[in-house]
């Protein structure tokens, strides 16, 4: 299996977690999973390739698999969306 790389999503903290992206798990496809971690969790101090998360701190989670013009509308949507938070200002 090819290498994942992992994001964590810290911003908001009851929402906190990490997108992991895997290339061809399913030949051809894209691999998104989305991990829902308790907000108790300090992921600041946390490497997400570790074994410091357990099982009990995983809230949720979700799989999906993408081929790549579904890729593609992922990224057109998340540019435009990026365009208008950032219109709006910075959220730090």
């Known amino acids: 299996m090819e290498q994942s790389t992992r994001i964590k999503c810290r911003s908001v903290v009851y929402r906190q977690g990490f997108i992991e992206v ?14 829902g971690v308790r907000a108790e969790c300090d992921l600041s101090s946390i490497e997400l390739d570790g074994d410091e998360l357990t099982d009990s701190d995983v809230e949720a ?19 435009q ?12």
């Open 22 to 35: 895997t290339p061809n798990i399913h030949e051809g496809l894209v691999n998104l999973e989305i991990w």
């Open 61 to 79: 989670n979700c799989e999906l698999e993408l081929a790549a013009d579904e890729v593609r509308q992922l990224i057109k949507q998340l540019q």
């Open 81 to 92: 969306a990026l365009a208008r938070a950032e219109r709006c200002g910075p959220t730090e």
